[in-house]
């Protein structure tokens, strides 16, 4: 076991959490993420496979499907993003990749973005000055890539008004965080 | 003695007391008010002075169209041109100042331009100030701007915040008058996603101006009554305070809400305004309709205003201009103002009206066939000069003239997707053109639909009817009784009597007379005429002014008004203040920032960052004692090439490519071959753009059969991933290959330099050989470091000396870059930044953004032989052009100074030892120059004209821009082990 100890995106050895009256804003960086993309001309077999590994279908455009485990979300034709506990699923993309082997392109993606969670009553209040994603028009379960603070996110509807995952790159960790809390200030 | 303007009743709050001032001089007014309201209330009618001939003026509106009452609102950084006093919303402390003028409003030294009026008609500028042609520029335009103009600024920052913001809805409507309000309760109460925005404070548009009845209740109370019920809705969003300002494409609007500006200054973490970009199914526009004065001479006297505006002022804000009133009209409507004002206890003196058969319909005098033909009063209006039917003169004393000519729909968001408006012949004005924008429909007066009860039944009906075009059912609702009048109006444009100037135009001091100059100098079209007289610029648009223009040129040219046509109307509709165009976009925020993962760490070291796209990169690592940058890099320099240094190269794009093609593609992509790469192993690749210039370099390894992981130069890492993603979505569908972005995922460090190895083996778990022999030069492998964690080691090396780099997730980048600097303590390992990178590949002739330049081909970056022909890829084809490959192309070489002494700069053009200096004799550039520790010299790289044959040759490094002029040689680009053996120890 190694003994490197890891920073949270926003560069702090604990996850960083704003209340804002209606608003929590919390880092959370603590879910393993791995980008699966079906070889070509393999999409059902892997699909199949997928479905076996993670206990549910993999999800349609702009969606996202879970169980008590894995989550996954669509990106784009034939491709999905698997999120699991960190501390369970360090090494997910070396698990799907086990489990679908050619049949899928599995990328880790761990570090590569830093995750925020709202949650409260006023989360739309504060997407809204952020970002153009309709958020109230969001079901739980939606998710949909939108340009916040000049940068490609995605915008996960945990639950369906009071719950909003948004998912950005990690090297601006920072900037995401400081327009988050802008705005909760702002509009809240 | 205060307010001894202000009548009864209205819509103001009593119970509150507001202190404001106006140049200076405090005044008190109601919340409620305006500060144009409260200005009149307190006897005040000079409000300002005019653009160019500084006359004295008033108020002519009582809302957003407003061309004359231009104030400075506020204070030191607060101070704002140009505001509108009748949309500035009273507030305790308000502080506003009269503009363009000097010494003071009352008496104004530049209103001696008013004398000079026969030389400043339209386009004098264009005619006078033409000799000397120098003088323009430097002289002529300077002092006519500070003559002629508006509002100052501040010159400082803003302090106040802006935010933008996106909503969403099935129908906006625009406007919260009775069209709007109608509109809303049916659309809101069938369940539709509803915004309804109206630029005042309070809802309800010409409601809460007239007296009419809606159903048992007074217009005013009905508006607030149903505001309160949409406001219960959770499916309405009512946003008082904004202003839409454009239809832009696609159906999307532009709004401005005014979250803070009726307060002193926004609360804390708060904004100023926003600007919101609302996506809406439908719009239903109910804008509403403009009030047009008649033209006459002197009819800028302040107190001379619009009808509508004056009974708006009495019947709403409860103030009255004067104490003694009269009204010019051509319409029914213009009584209205009489009755009302009578009923408030105002003397009205008289109403004359244009036409000779006027009904009586005011308790007061008639003059029906009967014009104004001239006024008097210096600084406010005191008499009218009227000529009465039978020709007869007579002079009329009053402090203030409402005048009407009709009303014109407010259609300028019917045009702003160039929508062209139709003439309403029984209107006398112009009603939205078919050709609407998308989404777009129109209800109430800005339709022409002007009576009350017609208002509210359009509003409802349109708002049903887009609805449906959503496949959503609204209900009919059951609406109120109202006033339902018809338009009664004789077409009256101006007054042709005298030789004086009859205003139209009041914001840019455009006359009658101007409209007949630029007719008569063959400026007849109404795009010229504008642009010729300056008629309808400005902050009002000439919302109240074009259609005077409009008419008179059609008279002038013997056409119809829609025969002359209108200028094209552009958002936005009203200003918009800079910084909520600019949003939280400022300074530090301007763009996001990019962090390394060892930011946190370099900070802590005390380096200085320099900005790489949106990266903060470390420079260099002062220590102390340290005095100068150089002195820094040179230490790390020579630490590196002494020893061993670290430096964070995560900013390099990296690119994971997958796929049972993943060769075949990257084959297609490199100029150079790819296919044949063994696992394990790292290639330098070249990328051509499809023109055959180079577009981007790095190294690709090979993990595995069906896995790359591409590196790109930091800069390019966007464009070459999008370049890919092109290639592969368009080019070559049908290979099987996957991409992402992995520039994030890992926390990558360059460990360069002799004890590089020794201090990585430290690291690196001991069950992976990293000997020469176990990991040559190139190799790439997944290893395991500091007991387990997964990592990737690469050997590859851009300073020229033994080195690797090594990768690890980010979230434990921070900690590793903390562990090998501990671990190479005993190396005296530095930490070394940008500059000393910079420094060393300069060094090692290794080329860099500077050289990949967009101008230059592999064969100008020696790297000619690189671009394979054994197989096809992108630009290899182009890249034999005749022009690109001629004998003396430009090839990269290294340069020295003769004299040690000298320095060698990037961006010198190179020249021949004798002859001229100039393009002609160009024989090539120098792309990057630094100075080496090393070499203790100034040492240089770039392109030579057959360079590669002209090793040796001395030549003049010139910059004529800061009279640069070195002698320097031309030598190898490979300033330091050139045979390559460091990096291959």
Not at chain 1, 146 to 172: M, Q, W, Y
Not at chain 2, 488 to 506: C, E, I, M, S, T
Request: include cysteine; glycine fraction near 10%; hydrophobic fraction near 40%.
């Amino acid at each position: 076991m190694h003994d490197l100890v890891a920073t949270s995106p926003l560069g702090g050895p604990r996850p960083r959490t704003g209340n804002f009256g209606s608003v929590v804003i919390s880092e959370c960086p603590g879910w393993a993420l791995a980008s699966v993309a079906a070889r070509r001309g393999k999409e059902k077999t892997m699909a199949t496979s997928a479905k076996k590994l993670l206990g549910f279908a993999l999800p349609g455009v702009s969606s996202l499907a879970n169980n008590g485990t894995y989550t996954a979300f669509w990106t784009g034709p034939d491709q999905w993003m698997i999120e699991a506990p960190h501390a369970s699923h360090e090494d997910l993309a070396e698990q799907i990749k086990s489990a679908l082997g050619d049949k899928a392109s599995v990328t880790e993606q761990n570090d590569g973005w830093a995750r925020f969670d709202l949650t409260g009553t006023g989360c739309h209040d504060v997407l809204e000055r952020l970002c153009n994603a309709n958020t109230r028009a969001m079901q739980t379960g939606a998710v949909t890539r939108t340009r916040l603070e000049h940068l490609g996110c995605f915008v996960i509807c945990r639950a369906k008004n009071d719950h909003f995952s948004v998912i950005g790159p990690r090297s601006s960790a920072g900037s995401i965080h400081h327009a988050l809390t802008t705005a909760a200030k702002s509009a809240l | 003695m205060t307010q001894i303007n202000r009548l009864d009743g209205g819509q103001v709050n009593r119970g509150t007391t507001l202190n404001f001032s106006f140049d200076g001089k405090r005044y008190q007014g109601h919340a409620g008010d305006t500060l144009a309201s409260a200005l009149l209330a307190n006897d005040v009618r000079l409000m300002g002075r005019s653009f160019k001939y500084h006359r004295p003026r008033g108020v002519l509106a009582s809302g957003s169209e407003e061309p004359n009452a231009l104030v400075e609102l506020r204070s030191g950084n607060r101070q704002e041109p140009n505001t509108r006093a009748t949309t500035v919303e009273l507030f305790d402390g308000l502080e506003a100042k009269s503009q363009n003028r000097w010494p003071s409003l009352k008496f104004d030294a530049m209103a001696i331009n008013d004398r000079f009026s026969n030389f400043l008609t339209a386009g004098f500028y264009y005619k006078t100030f033409m000799w000397p042609a120098a003088f323009w520029e430097k002289i002529y335009e300077p002092i006519i701007r500070k003559a002629a103009g508006l509002g100052s600024l501040s010159l400082q920052d803003d302090p106040d915040e802006y935010d933008k913001g996106f909503l969403h809805c099935d129908v906006l409507i625009v406007g919260g008058g009775p069209a709007g309000l109608a509109a809303a309760l049916t659309a809101g109460r069938a369940g539709a996603q509803v915004i309804i925005a109206d630029e005042d404070f309070a809802f309800g548009g010409r409601l809460n101006a007239e007296t009419f009845a809606i159903g048992d209740q007074s217009g005013a109370d009905w508006a607030a009554t149903t505001v309160t019920e949409l406001q219960a809705l959770e499916n309405v969003r009512c946003m008082s305070r904004t202003t839409i300002i454009g239809a832009f494409d696609h159906g999307i609007c532009g709004a401005i809400e005014r979250v803070s500006d009726h307060v002193a200054t926004p609360a804390s973490g708060k904004v100023r305004q926003i600007l919101w970009r609302i996506y809406g199914k439908k719009t239903l526009l109910c804008a509403g309709a403009i009030e047009r004065p008649i033209a006459f001479e002197n009819n800028d006297r302040p107190g001379i205003m619009l009808a509508g505006a004056m009974r708006a002022y009495a019947n709403r804000w409860a103030a009255t201009p004067a104490q003694q009133v009269s009204v010019f009209t051509n319409n029914d409507d213009g009584h209205r103002t009489a009755i009302d004002l009578i009923a408030k206890g105002v003397n009205v003196a008289a109403v004359i009206d244009t036409r000779a058969d006027a009904p009586r319909l005011a308790d007061c005098e008639l003059l029906a066939g009967a014009q104004v033909i001239d006024t008097s009063g210096r600084l406010g209006l005191k008499f009218v000069n009227i000529r009465l039917a039978d020709g007869s003169k007579r002079f009329i004393e009053c402090g203030a003239l409402g005048v009407s000519g009709g009303w014109n729909p407010n259609v300028h968001m019917t045009c702003h997707q160039r929508g062209r408006p139709v003439w309403n012949e029984r209107l006398a004005a112009f009603v939205p053109g078919g050709d609407l924008p998308v989404g777009l429909s129109v209800a109430g007066a800005a339709n022409g639909e002007f009576s009350t009860a017609a208002a509210l039944k359009a509003g409802s009906t349109q708002a049903a009817a887009a609805l449906r075009d959503l496949g959503m059912t609204a209900r009919a609702i059951r609406l109120p009784n109202a006033e339902d009048e018809g338009v009664n109006l004789a077409p009256f444009w101006f007054v042709k009597h005298g030789k004086g100037r009859a205003w139209l135009d009041q914001q840019n001091d455009v006359t009658v007379k101007d409209v007949k100059l630029a007719h008569q100098e063959n400026f007849k079209s109404v795009e010229h005429l504008k642009r010729y007289t300056t008629l309808g610029m400005a902050t009002d648009q000439g919302k109240t002014s074009n259609m005077g223009g409009l008419a008179i040129m059609a008279e002038l040219a013997g056409k119809t008004i829609p025969e002359v046509g209108t200028t094209i109307y552009r958002p936005p509709y009203s200003p918009v203040a800079m910084g909520v165009l600019a949003g939280r976009a400022r300074g530090k925020e301007f763009h996001p920032v990019r962090e390394t993962p060892s930011h946190k760490w370099a900070t802590e070291q005390g380096a200085s960052f320099v900005e790489t796209g949106n990266w903060l990169r470390a420079q260099w690592f002062p220590k102390p004692g340290e005095t100068h940058w150089r002195e820094s890099v040179d230490r790390e320099v020579r630490a590196v090439r002494g020893s061993v240094g670290v430096c964070d190269v995560t900013t390099l794009g990296k690119i994971d490519v997958q796929g049972t093609d993943a060769a075949t593609f990257l084959n297609r992509v490199y100029a150079n071959a790819f296919a044949k790469l063994p696992v394990g192993k790292t290639r330098y690749g070249l990328m051509l753009r499809e023109d055959g210039i180079a577009m981007d370099d790095g190294t690709t390894a090979r993990l595995a059969e069906d896995q790359f992981v591409m590196t790109t130069t930091t800069a390019n890492a966007v464009a070459v991933y999008r370049h890919m993603e092109f290639v592969h979505q368009c080019l070559w569908p049908d290979l099987d290959v996957q991409l992402i972005s992995t520039t994030e995922s890992w926390a990558q460090y360059a460990v360069a330099g002799p004890n590089s190895r020794k201090l990585l083996q430290k690291i690196v778990d001991p069950e992976f050989d990293i000997s020469n022999e176990g990991f040559e030069f190139m190799a790439c492998r997944k290893i395991t470091v500091c007991g387990g964690l997964r990592a990737r080691l690469f050997r590859i090396s851009f300073s020229g000396e033994l080195a690797f780099e090594i990768a690890v997730p980010t979230r434990y980048g921070d900690a590793l870059i903390r562990r090998i600097m501990e671990a190479g303590r005993e190396f005296d390992a530095v930490a070394y930044g940008t500059e000393a990178l910079g420094v060393m590949r300069i060094e090692k002739g290794h080329a860099a953004g500077n050289e990949l330049n967009g101008t230059t081909t592999a064969l100008n970056l020696g790297m000619g032989r690189m671009v394979s022909k054994k197989k096809d890829s992108i630009g290899s084809s182009l890249s034999e052009r005749e022009g690109l490959n001629l004998p003396d192309a430009l090839a990269l070489v290294g340069f020295k100074p003769t004299n040690n002494n000298d320095k060698v700069t990037a961006g010198g053009h190179l020249m021949a030892r004798d002859g001229p200096v100039d393009a002609a004799h160009d024989q090539g550039y120098v792309t990057s120059a630094a100075h080496s520790p090393i070499l203790n010299s100034s040492i240089g790289i770039g392109f030579l004209k057959d360079g590669a044959n002209r090793m040796g040759e001395c030549m003049r490094l010139v910059s004529p821009l800061t009279g640069t002029e070195v002698e320097i040689e031309v030598v190898s680009a490979h300033f330091v082990d050139p045979e390559g053996e460091r990096l291959r120890a």
